[in-house]
């Protein structure tokens, strides 16, 4: 019965890696519905899995299953495996699913339980450990147990024997030492890893922070200053000459230097971009690209890029395409001498 339900359960899970394959290329309601598929299918396998009586396999399967989920409910999941291992005695397994725990816990950005769970993988390292050196011990206490019982044949026999143990009981301290050093080294190393994630995370989360806080300023600066409508209520703007170059580098004189050191850092790479994407064609990237320089350029000139950012990426503005070429042309040249005029 085990072996069928194995078998089905392999069935299954080629089946949704096959069915995954076809997420690719589809609009965003269609990959929803088949992940939503895909995690429906998984349920059902932990769910056989459970009914056999398969501890194991139950295990392995919620693992999985965890891959799919979203932080809070791949916690949940893990922590069902993590109490099956642990009420079954299944230190292997108990160790696996933990750590998936602790790093669904870090994904979450819960570093307190993280570190936590962490901590109970080591303990069940140590444990571990402990148990093969009993068994060692064990195996040690049974072959002098046979020794004593050879001395009564010969003493000359027994000292030989002894010597022979006695070689075999310092190769086997010289390999348990050898691994409790091991196992202090990996200990460290885990801890001093761990504590460098943790801090990285913390400084990567100040920084998207900070990051945020400018794009926030940009924001408030586009809503203040306010967009120039034309006589008939679309908004207008001209193309950027000589003279309006001019009156550009003079309104980013005034720009803080926060945003002009933002400017610097993002413009180049996004103008690459940009540009690759015009010679290849990819309207979707071109406006994406032109989402993402709007709140930059805004705080430069509100009046003119205001204007000229909403009319690339209206719907249907890549049509008129002799419009929409010169309004990137005017981008594109903008952008230009503003990191020009920052040099």
């Not at 965890?66 to 791949?74: D, G, I, M, R, V």
């Not at 099956?84 to 230190?91: F, H, R, V, W």
């Not at 049974?142 to 003493?155: F, G, P, Q, W």
């Amino acid at each position: 019965m085990k072996t069928s339900l194995h078998s089905s359960m392999l069935l299954a899970l080629v089946t949704c890696l096959l069915f995954s394959v076809t997420v690719v290329g589809r609009n965003p309601k269609q990959v929803t519905d088949s992940i939503k598929q895909l995690i429906a299918t998984q349920r059902t396998l932990v769910q056989q899995a459970d009914g056999a009586g398969d501890i194991r396999l139950g295990i392995a399967m919620r693992l999985r299953l965890s891959t799919l989920l979203k932080p809070k409910e791949a916690q949940e999941v893990l922590q069902e495996g993590a109490m099956m291992a642990g009420a079954a005695q299944l230190l292997d397994e108990e160790i696996t699913i933990r750590s998936h725990l602790a790093q669904a816990y870090a994904a979450g950005n819960d570093h307190g339980k993280a570190y936590s769970e962490a901590l109970k993988v080591t303990s069940l390292m140590s444990e571990r450990m402990l148990d093969r050196e009993e068994r060692m011990g064990a195996r040690n206490d049974s072959v002098m147990a046979r020794l004593k019982e050879d001395h009564n044949t010969t003493v000359r026999a027994d000292m030989i024997r002894q010597m022979e143990v006695q070689e075999a009981l310092d190769r086997q301290r010289l390999i348990t030492k050898r691994w409790m050093l091991i196992a202090s080294g990996v200990f460290v190393v885990a801890s001093v890893v761990l504590l460098l994630m943790l801090v990285r995370v913390g400084k990567r989360a100040d920084r998207a922070r900070q990051e945020l806080a400018a794009l926030r300023a940009e924001v408030t600066a586009l809503k203040d200053g306010g967009v120039v409508q034309g006589a008939g209520g679309t908004p207008t703007i001209d193309t950027i000459g000589p003279h309006d170059s001019d009156e550009l580098r003079a309104s980013a004189h005034g720009v803080d230097s926060t945003v002009w050191a933002f400017f610097r850092k993002r413009a180049p790479e996004r103008l690459t971009t940009l540009q690759a994407a015009r010679a290849a064609g990819d309207i979707d990237k071109v406006v994406r690209v032109v989402h993402t320089l709007k709140p930059m350029l805004v705080a430069f000139d509100t009046e003119h890029f205001g204007v000229l950012c909403p009319r690339i990426t209206d719907v249907g503005a890549h049509l008129d395409q002799s419009r929409w070429n010169a309004d990137l042309d005017t981008l594109e040249k903008a952008i230009g001498e503003l990191l020009g005029s920052a040099s």
